[in-house]
């Protein structure tokens, strides 16, 4: 089966724009989670979703958003880009909030310019 | 909080040989999750091994095991018969409530 789809792979970005990220778990998994990954700051979560709901957030300004369609595939926004979000966002989707076996996609890498 | 450290920035291993990479981690919890995975250039990260807290007995995956040891709050991660496809960067990882808190990452390099 499918593994985690992250789309698009890679994107640059100018100051002050804003772009979105889309993540489409395997098939049957409800939860997926976001993390940012930079070399200064390692993995860093930023949110989880369930069933359409936002149900853990990290310690991020309110620039970065997401949320979860009925199909579970999701999406995060980052809007008023900075330099400092270049970075590699990954996603990982699991079964339920219980299920402690997690999968990544293979990320999408954002250059701010 | 949770924390998870890793001492070993860098480390490299002759293939077929054994390498032992460190984890320590900080928590107030007594039930949660450790793992080890690997992200390999592709960045895509892999899981390696997995342990659950209330488990004594150390998990082993084929040629990957670990040593938990719960009361120092120790996680370390051995790799027998290392392969040149074992290359990789490996993290730590504690998870809580479906969450993720990784160390900083060990980088391996297994020469031939």
């Known amino acids: 089966k499918a593994g985690v789809t992250q789309t698009p792979r890679y994107l640059i970005k100018t100051r002050g724009q804003q772009v979105t990220l889309s993540c489409s778990p395997i098939?049957?998994?409800?939860?997926v989670s976001w993390y940012q990954q930079t070399p200064g700051q390692g993995l860093q979560f930023l949110f989880e979703?369930?069933?359409?709901?936002?149900?853990n957030k990290g310690n991020f300004p309110g620039r970065f958003s997401g949320r979860q369609f009925s199909n579970s595939r999701s999406e995060m926004n980052v809007s008023t880009l900075e330099l400092g979000d270049s970075a590699l966002y990954l996603c990982a989707s699991s079964l339920s909030r219980l299920d402690t076996e997690a999968f990544f996609g293979q990320g999408t890498r954002l250059t701010v310019v | 909080a949770q924390t998870v450290t890793q001492s070993q920035p860098e480390m490299s291993v002759q293939e077929a040989e054994t390498v032992t990479l460190s984890c320590t981690y900080d928590t107030s919890e007594n039930n949660y999750y450790l793992f080890w995975y690997k992200q390999p250039p592709s960045r895509q990260m892999i899981l390696v091994i997995r342990q659950e807290a209330y488990k004594q007995q150390n998990a082993t995956e084929n040629r990957f095991s670990v040593n938990f040891q719960k009361a120092a709050k120790s996680f370390s991660l051995k790799i027998s018969d290392s392969q040149l496809g074992d290359t990789a960067m490996y993290f730590c990882a504690f998870m809580k409530l479906n969450q993720f808190y990784f160390g900083t990452g060990t980088s391996l390099t297994v020469i031939p």
């Open positions: 098939s049957g998994h409800r939860s």
């Open positions: 979703y369930f069933s359409e709901t936002q149900r």
